[in-house]
């Protein structure tokens, strides 16, 4: 069964223009992605950044509104919602940023920021809502203590482990999580993942996992689906991506994520240039301008994501 399902998602930003120009040109941010996560995985997002993965969870989510397409949430589309129906949706589904110190309000003890939602949407009186909060720190291995100390007064570890317990304390289903650990400490980065690995087996979670980072994607993830320059070019189950990356951007990003076996070697693929402007999107397959095995072809028509094996989609003229 499907948690989310998303076709043909758009989101475009107009570019300001000099007064009197009649053209209009647009910073593509998402362009035409589909994709589906289903009950219970944890789907990760990978590629490098302004590709468009952060503004694919959050329109996912509804903080912003797509330019086009459609977002399916548990047979819902959302699309259809009015605004009250969508606050309750939106319980459902909850984020964690990458930043956690800008994240939490520092001005309010870390009870109160728990309890904040709960009492917004009129789910609980003070009572109940103060053991939710209790609960909620126990989840993320915190000390009921806690609730009295603020923000500044912890690592970025536990905060990180705050803002996980601000999602869940309105026990979701669905969880986008955006750079979860990119701001964190190696030797803590492992912590926060397994933390939420098992918070997903135990509240029957469903994720959306987004990061620069490869090797933490593969940590987590069920499938992934490797993002550039706002289009989706690969998705895959795992193991089936380590065995068999297709797409030549892919495996650039496999080659560059170190062996964790003493002497072994591998060749990294080293792409030529920068990521092109999300404004000025090359034509055709927009990886061609750094794409080693680019061919005429690729200059000229748009790969279609077409399902090259059982659940791996690939869009690449090469298959
Ligand atoms: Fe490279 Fe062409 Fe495939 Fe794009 S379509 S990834 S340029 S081979």
Known sequence: ??????????????????????????????????????????????????????????????????????????????????????????????????????????????????????????????????????????????KPFHAHRYPHEFSGGQRQRISIARALVMNPNFIVCDEPVSALDVSVQSQVLNLLVDLRKKMDLTYLFISHDLSVVRH?????????????????????????????????????????????KKKRIVLEGELPSPVNVPPGCAFHVRCPKAMPVCSEQVPQLLEVSAGHYCACHLY
């Not at 499938?223 to 289009?231: E, F, Q, S």
Request: proline share 4%.
């Open 1 to 142: 069964m499907n948690e989310v399902e998303i076709y043909n998602l758009k989101k475009y930003y107009p570019l300001r223009e000099k007064l009197l120009s009649s053209s209009k040109r647009f910073v593509k941010a998402l362009d035409d992605v589909s994709l589906t996560i289903r009950k219970g995985e944890t789907y990760g997002l990978v590629g490098e950044s302004g590709c468009g993965k952060t503004t694919l969870g959050k329109c996912l989510i509804h903080i912003i509104k797509p330019t086009g397409g459609k977002i399916i949430f548990e047979g819902t589309d959302l699309e259809k919602l009015n605004r009250s129906e969508m606050l309750k949706v939106r319980q459902r589904m909850q984020i964690v940023f990458q930043d956690p110190y800008s994240s939490l309000n520092p001005r309010m003890a870390v009870g109160s920021l728990l309890r904040e939602p709960l009492i917004a949407h009129h789910l609980m009186n003070g009572k109940e809502a103060d053991e939710r909060v209790i609960e909620v720190l126990g989840m993320v291995g915190l």
């Open 220 to 264: 987590i993830s069920d499938r992934i689906g490797v993002m550039y320059l706002g289009k989706l070019v690969e998705s895959a189950q795992d193991a089936e991506l380590h065995q068999n990356k297709l797409h030549p951007y892919t495996q650039a990003l496999f080659s560059v994520m170190p062996v964790p076996k003493v002497g072994a």
